[in-house]
């Protein structure tokens, strides 16, 4: 399996667009989710794509809220076979892959209200741009 090397952050919205399917296989010892949980599956909900995520960050709020086949996809992080084969079927029918993320985009927004995160974060980059040059 091959896995995308250090992405800057502002190169995920652009691989985000020009995906049909973002993968998310975070497990057991990823460090993102001893802190946190990851939130670029939140940035792919938030822009209508389909959504492939680990069993272990789906019992991570907000992601346990969707259901798995309907809002979003839940595989075991270890199953290779189970991916390559969910994949394989994203690749070769889009119009499923286009109603799974406009079902997950519903659904994850009736939980967080991207207005609101867009606000926020405007917010803060304001107060530290000003805290910068004052």
Not at 32 to 60: D, M, Q, R
Not at 61 to 78: A, F, M, Q, T, W
Not at 104 to 124: A, C, H, P, Q, V
């Amino acid at each position: 399996m091959d896995y995308l090397e250090k992405l800057k952050v502002g190169q995920i919205p652009s691989i985000i667009q020009s995906s049909n399917c973002i993968v998310s296989l975070e497990n057991e010892s990823s460090p993102v989710l001893n802190y946190n949980t990851s939130t670029v599956p939140a940035e792919a909900l938030a822009s209508g794509k389909c959504v492939l995520i680990s069993n272990v960050l789906h019992k991570k709020e907000p992601y346990n809220k969707l259901e798995n086949g309907k809002e979003i996809l839940v595989v075991d992080s270890n199953n290779e076979l189970e991916i390559n084969k969910i994949l394989q079927e994203k690749i070769n029918n889009t119009e499923s892959t286009d109603i799974k993320g406009l079902e997950g985009y519903k659904s994850f927004s009736k939980y967080n209200k991207f207005n609101d995160y867009i606000n926020r974060t405007i917010e803060l980059y304001k107060s530290t741009i000003e805290s910068k040059y004052l």
